[in-house]
């Protein structure tokens, strides 16, 4: 299973920032800036060579200090030493034509040998000289950035997966460096159905059910397409060129085949480039400019491929989600559907920043072309043939870019429309389990009707009240009087004399009452909060009482 690729760090992916890779509240210590000395090595030296490769980067940039190569992760490339990389060259021709340079392997053994022969010059006849490195190792990327005196951003945005666009090393009408870093999309093949773990946006079609907790949106991760058994990948693409009046050259970076990541190898970029030469349009462009920017230009195009094929394959896959909605409305299909919301809100800001390199190399013109001192007729107008072809080739680009954005926004309107439908399925099936409640209600209802005159009653029947059981002390006023206590009377008027004593203990307050003479209290709000307790205490009072009374009573005769 593939895993992410890395967050990237904005703020170091252009040498214009002061602090690469340093954080904002750590300073250090300024000796440490200081270029390295020409110490001794192992490697062998070529003429005129002040210091060995295997001191790049801080030899040739001092503020690259051992700690800002850690966090940049360059000295993770660099720890590499016993590592093989391969090197395979294309040639492009005065006359336009490709030509296969062959390869070499690098490694602890021939690292010499291959500083010394990227010191040496080319074959005569060479106009452009396209390096595909296959698995950049330490000694390579020294060799490299030393013989060519890159800018280490380049490495660091290869290695971290950060996308940058700029030009250094400007010479006036000589020459520059222009180096662009893009990540895209494309389609492989689904390698296994069993997600290692929640890193990826992954659903199995197997055991989607059980596995929906597991579910998790990260558009860093590859995105799993099940209808295809196919998965999209972020892919990168790092260029660097060199161009000037006498040689020009382009290193395309490339991650091992064997990493996780599987990005694209140089093994098929350099087929690729290699199959534009073939190309009938192409080669006449490269006939009648010699611009070598157009060699550049050339390998965006395959992450344009790339970018199409994708699109495709998730089209595809959303109409399959459509018509397992318009079947079946679960919960997994809700999950699946904000999952490729997510990841094609995430394309937009890959097709953006795409569309941002094209406009770059549109707006970079070759320093080596705009020399203020052209005489020649001929020079003056294969300018002019340069400039017009870079500007329609770009613009070709551009368009098809354009292209592809506004079928990701129609893909991302279609989904929605999808997720509408699906919530449209799901509030359809809540309304109709709603109405077959109501109906069960409503015999409940039906059923209620019937038994609760009944039950009332038997309520009313079942009444300890003197009107119903003359056994009884309890009398109906004694109900109306302890259901609603602001109805308790204060009149002694001569319907009330016969009431029992109950019906005084609920309105005593603690004063002295008398039998035929009962007198009714309007309790005020904390009274009748009370008057369980009042009731209980009257009561026992009164039972005191009644014992008192039926005492027989000594009589004393004074005579």
Request: hydrophobic share 35%; net charge neutral.
């Amino acid at each position: 299973m593939l895993s992410r690729v890395p967050a990237p760090t904005h703020r170091h992916a252009a040498p214009s920032g002061p602090w690469p890779f340093v954080d904002p509240s750590r300073i250090d210590d300024p000796d440490s800036h200081l270029p390295l000395s020409a110490a001794a090595c192992d490697h062998k030296q070529t003429p005129n060579q002040e210091v060995c490769w295997c001191k790049y980067p801080q030899a040739l940039y001092p503020n690259w200090t051992p700690r800002q190569q850690k966090k940049s992760r360059i000295a993770k490339v660099v720890e590499k030493r016993t590592e093989s990389c391969t090197i395979r060259y294309l040639d492009v021709m005065k006359d336009g034509m490709f030509v296969n340079a062959g390869d070499r392997e690098v490694n602890e053994r021939t690292v010499d040998e291959h500083w010394h022969a990227i010191q040496r010059g080319r074959p005569s006849g060479v106009h452009v000289r396209a390096l595909f490195v296959d698995g950049l190792s330490g000694p390579v990327l020294q060799i490299l950035g030393t013989r060519y005196n890159i800018e280490p951003f380049f490495f660091s945005s290869t290695i971290g997966w950060i996308p940058s666009r700029h030009q250094t090393n400007v010479v006036a009408n000589e020459s520059d460096h222009i180096t662009i870093t893009l990540t895209f999309i494309r389609s492989t093949p689904n390698p296994t159905t069993v997600p290692p773990s929640p890193e990826a946006s992954y659903i199995a079609p197997s055991n989607f059910r059980r596995r929906i907790p597991e579910v998790v949106i990260d558009t860093r991760a590859p995105l799993i397409l099940r209808s295809s058994n196919l998965q999209l990948v972020a892919d990168q693409l790092a260029v660097h060129m060199l161009r000037s009046r006498t040689s020009n050259t382009i290193i395309s970076l490339h991650s091992p085949s064997q990493e996780q990541h599987r990005s694209t190898t140089a093994a098929l970029l350099h087929t690729r480039v290699h199959a534009t030469g073939r190309s009938v349009y192409w080669s006449n462009i490269f006939k009648d400019t010699t611009d070598p920017t157009f060699v550049f230009l050339s390998v965006l195009w395959y992450a344009l491929y790339a970018w199409d094929e994708a699109l495709e394959h998730l089209y595809n896959h959303i109409c399959y989600l459509e018509s397992q909605v318009i079947l079946t409305s679960d919960l997994q299909l809700t999950h699946e559907l904000h999952i490729l919301r997510a990841h094609l809100l995430h394309y937009e800001s890959l097709l953006t920043d795409f569309k941002k390199s094209v406009e770059f190399v549109q707006h970079t013109p070759n320093p080596s072309l705009q020399a203020l001192d052209i005489e020649d007729e001929e020079a003056r107008e294969m300018k002019k043939r340069s400039a017009a072809t870079m500007k329609r080739e770009c613009e070709n680009l551009l368009t098809e870019i354009d292209r592809l954005q506004k079928s990701r926004s129609l893909q991302d309107m279609r989904l929605k429309n999808v997720m509408n439908l699906e919530f449209s399925i799901g509030m359809q099936k809540l309304t109709e389990a709603a109405i077959r409640d109501s109906a069960a209600i409503k015999q409940i209802s039906y059923m209620t009707m019937i038994f609760v005159p009944a039950g009332f009653v038997a309520a009313v029947f079942g009444m300890n009240v003197r009107e119903i059981n003359p056994m009884s002390y309890g009398t109906l006023a004694h109900y109306i009087q302890i259901r609603d206590p602001q109805a308790a009377p204060s009149s002694d008027n001569d319907s009330n004399a016969n009431l029992d004593d109950g019906a005084s203990d609920f309105a005593y307050l603690g004063m002295p009452q008398k039998r035929n003479n009962v007198v009714f209290k309007r309790m005020d709000l904390w009274a009748r909060l009370w008057w369980p307790v009042i009731l209980f205490s009257t009561a026992l009072e009164r039972r005191k009482r009644r014992k008192e009374m039926r005492k027989p009573q000594t009589r004393i005769d004074t005579d």
